[in-house]
């Protein structure tokens, strides 16, 4: 569709230009940075049409074994400066939350969660 092999791996610049593809308003960027023992976690949300960016959040981790805890107060942060209410911002988004519409990684659901590569995601912008 892109004309990339389907191992081409996702860099800022194929995910904005996916993200036009497939008529997302914004995208977000993750990244984590590890020094000695501490995490530095940082979130971007980016406009897609013009790579402006929206909001950005940072969170830190005492060791490995509390970078989750970190993401999830740095998502909660992030949630908020887009404009989600306060009160779906503290509702839980795993397995336990309640059933409402939640945001996508992927389009038509394809299992491309966490994946760096195109292969997986091309076929669900491509299936829009």
């Known amino acids: 569709m ?3 092999p389907s191992d081409t791996p996702l860099t800022a610049k194929i995910a904005q230009e996916v993200c036009q593809r ?3 308003a914004a995208l977000l960027e ?3 940075a590890q020094i000695g023992t501490q995490y530095t976690l940082v979130l971007k949300a980016v406009n897609c049409a013009n790579g402006e960016l929206l909001a950005s959040t940072e969170a830190q981790a005492n060791g490995k074994n509390h970078v989750l805890d970190a993401l999830d107060k740095a998502t909660s ?3 908020n400066k887009l404009g989600e209410s306060l009160s779906t911002v503290n509702e839980p988004i795993g ?3 309640p059933s409402r519409p939640r945001p996508r990684l992927c389009d038509a659901g394809r299992n ?3 994946s760096r590569r195109l292969s997986g995601f ?3 912008v491509e299936g829009r």
């Open 2 to 4: 892109m004309g990339l």
């Open 22 to 24: 497939a008529d997302a």
């Open 30 to 32: 993750g990244s984590i």
């Open 77 to 79: 942060i992030m949630r």
């Open 95 to 97: 397995p336990s939350a």
């Open 112 to 114: 491309c969660q966490g």
């Open 122 to 124: 091309l076929p669900a």
